[in-house]
């Protein structure tokens, strides 16, 4: 075939005629290979997911698809079981038809099994990565690095990703360690393409190209204010005074002029939990939903209480979710209750809410359009420091903007301050110009001890086969050998740290190790506490409270710090402090600067009481967090209780505890599965 006949070549799937780029990955799944696909949101990647599905399903093979988060891995279950799928879900939360020919699931679970487990892959055909690119993750990149360079030889991969600048690099790097040939496609064009604006109180409205005008009309209007002081830094100060004015002004003025417009529904993205609610109770005024528009919001959220077996009565959120969404306005953040966020999600893909105020979690592939997306600010904590963030952060963003069907275009608006309008790169962000994917390479303790079972010393090799040593080799040979010995020498010391505690030793894993290497995530805690005997001493609520702190991350809130509610683990907690701290005390005399964590026991209060049967109300105080959070923390500790439980074995004494501790914090909200299940 020509290359006029394959620009040209149709094909039709499941009642879609797939675009060139579709049709060009379709043909390379045919043809036994790895394909790497690089499009914008909604230009049609899932498309290609699916015939490689159906593709590997008839052939009698199994599929493996995997996502970041586990919101989107419920979505694409639910998508798949309403499509006449056999398909299971792994997300840690959930476990469902595992051995369905389908199964989705987070890509931690698909990369812990490939260490696991090989074998159960031997008639495993493909595994698709959805947003791929998160593999410039910096906690949890990682993660896809070691699935790409461990799964077995046999596994054809399928990666789905955002716009990278680097995309060339990244596939050449993944057809290095994969046997079989890569495709690499590339979509730049967006079904719905995007309209970008920028809004300042000084001049409302206004395009890229009016920039320096904007710039002008606001410095004349700061001299027609009465200065405040003397000296360079006037106009600065100056200007924080007059933030949290303007700010008030810029959203009204924004919203005044999409509800005009008509130019609703609109995701508005704060990066603050506090804002989000702030600005949805500000808004509760308009008037954006009529008299039928608001019978049916009515006749939903009956539906949706009914489905989840809610009860507003008694829940005051629920009831304040119901009186905002009649009025079309809505928020939704991490720090809400997953029955909550569940709530709030399906009234917006209803159409109805015209207003939702959302922090940037609502972005990540959940398939939630909207007309607009305004952006509150274009700064954000990174968790290092407050900057401007990146352009793919802000693509992935203002993708959502713009409804394929019903827009023509997707109008994306970004608030501007003072500094701002000077200082912020918004060529940069505007431009499509993406920051190349990084590698975060950085094996984990269970990790390590998982390939030095296989390999040995072996394990040394490791890094030569990662993204950050492709990428090194870009430098010069003295630079590119001067990060080599750096990165193995890290993993020595980890090695050494490793045989110091007492993990290993020159003929393979002791027993600490090899309990460590079937746990992941706090693996080492956990490992420390069983072998200095101190779970044994403690009963189910004891056992609750205690990896309910190993896993708490602290998260101050305006009201401070929870008070002092006593000690529930009673002399236990010096013990359980003293156990995970002889690593970090080895980790420290070796120097490490990033030890292991140590138990928090902020939660303990909360934990022990939500052991016992206490109202989710109850414990958001006693914890000091928003109950997202609080649920969050105990999904973790049911996670890392059901791992130990399998890695120790039904005969070691504390078995049947730890599941009685599961049991008596996996109620009510915490409970994943049955939340799941109802809806």
């Known amino acids: 075939m020509s290359a006029l006949e394959k620009a040209t070549e149709t094909m039709d799937f499941k009642g879609y005629r797939l675009n060139p780029f579709q049709v060009k990955a379709a043909r390379a799944l045919q043809s036994n290979k790895n394909v790497l696909v690089a499009a914008p949101t909604g230009a049609g990647k899932t498309l290609v997911a699916e015939y490689a599905i159906d593709q590997a399903l008839r052939a009698g093979r199994k599929v493996i698809y995997t996502s970041p988060i586990k919101a989107l891995s419920n979505q694409k279950y639910r998508d798949f079981k309403a499509e006449g799928q056999h398909v299971g879900l792994m997300t840690g939360d959930l476990t469902l038809e595992a051995g369905a020919p389908l199964v989705v699931m987070t890509t931690e679970i698909f990369r812990n099994s490939v260490f696991e487990n090989p074998a159960r892959f031997d008639d495993l055909d493909f595994v698709i990565f959805d947003e791929i690119h998160f593999l410039d993750d910096r906690d949890r990149g990682t993660v896809w690095e070691e699935s790409l360079i461990f799964a077995p ?34 979509e730049t064009k967006r079904p719905v393409p995007l309209e970008h604006r920028l809004l300042h109180p000084s001049t409302g409205l206004f395009q890229m190209a009016q920039r320096k005008q904007a ?3 606001m410095l004349r209007d700061q001299k027609k204010q009465k200065p405040r002081g003397r000296g360079r830094g006037r106009f600065r100060d100056d200007r924080r005074r007059r933030a949290p004015q303007f700010a008030r002004i810029a959203t009204a003025m924004v919203l005044d002029h999409l509800q005009e417009e008509r130019l609703t529904p609109v995701l508005y993205f704060c990066f603050s939990r506090k804002e989000c609610e702030i600005k949805a109770e500000h808004n509760m005024h308009r008037q954006l939903l009529g008299k039928p528009q608001r019978k049916r919001i009515d006749q939903l959220f009956t539906e949706l209480c009914t489905t989840f077996e809610l009860d507003p009565a008694t829940d005051q959120e629920l009831r304040q979710i119901h009186e905002r969404s009649r009025r079309g306005v809505g928020y939704h ?31 990540l592939g959940i398939n939630m359009p909207a007309r607009t997306v305004v952006f509150d600010s274009l700064k954000k904590f990174d968790g290092v420091s407050f900057d401007y963030m990146r352009a793919r952060d802000y693509m992935q963003m203002a993708g959502r903007a713009g409804r394929q069907g019903l827009d023509d275009a997707g109008l994306v608006i970004s608030v ?50 990662s993204f950050a040593a492709f990428q090194a080799e870009a430098g010069n040979p003295r630079q590119r050998e001067r990060i080599r010995s750096r990165e193995r020498a890290a993993l020595r010391a980890r090695l050494h740290m490793l045989e110091n505690a007492g993990y290993l030793d020159a003929d393979g894993l002791l027993p600490r190790g090899r309990l460590a290497r079937r746990i992941n995530g706090y693996e ?33 809130r305006d009201f401070g710090a929870p008070r002092n509610h006593g000690n529930p683990l009673k002399g236990l907690r010096q013990d359980v402090d003293n156990a995970v701290r002889r690593f970090i005390a080895l980790e420290a005399a070796a120097g490490f600067k990033d030890t292991i964590k140590p138990p928090s026991f902020a939660i303990a209060p909360a934990a022990d009481a939500w052991s016992r049967g206490a109202s989710i109300e109850s414990v958001e105080e006693l914890a000091g967090q928003d109950g997202g959070d609080f649920v969050r923390t105990m999904r973790m500790a049911v996670q890392m209780m059901r791992q130990l439980r399998t890695a120790l074995g039904k005969s070691y004494p504390i078995h049947d505890r730890l599941a009685e501790a599961g049991v008596s914090i996996n109620r009510d909200v915490v409970d994943a599965k049955r939340q799941f299940e109802l809806g």
Do not use: C
């Open 153 to 186: 030889d046999h596994i054809r991969f399928v990666g789905l990703s955002a716009t990278i600048s680097n995309l060339q690099q990244f596939g050449r790097w993944i057809a290095k360690v994969r046997r079989h040939e890569l495709e690499i496609i590339e």
């Open 215 to 217: 710039v002008h009309r």
């Open 333 to 363: 953040h991490a720090g809400m209750l997953p029955i909550h966020k569940e709530v709030v999600e399906r009234l917006f893909t209803s159409g109805l809410l015209q207003m939702l105020f959302t922090t940037e979690t609502f972005a």
């Open 416 to 465: 501007l301050d003072d500094d701002d309008l000077e200082d912020a790169p918004l060529a940069d962000l505007f431009g499509g110009k993406v920051e190349p994917i990084v590698s975060k390479f950085n094996l984990s303790y269970s990790t390590i001890l998982n390939l030095y079972e296989h390999l040995g010393a072996d394990l040394m090799e490791a890094y030569d086969r």
């Open 524 to 556: 080492i805690q956990v490992t420390e506490l069983v072998f200095a005997g101190v779970l044994d001493r403690m009963d189910m609520h004891q056992l609750a409270v205690t990896f309910a702190a190993l896993v708490h991350e602290d998260r101050r």
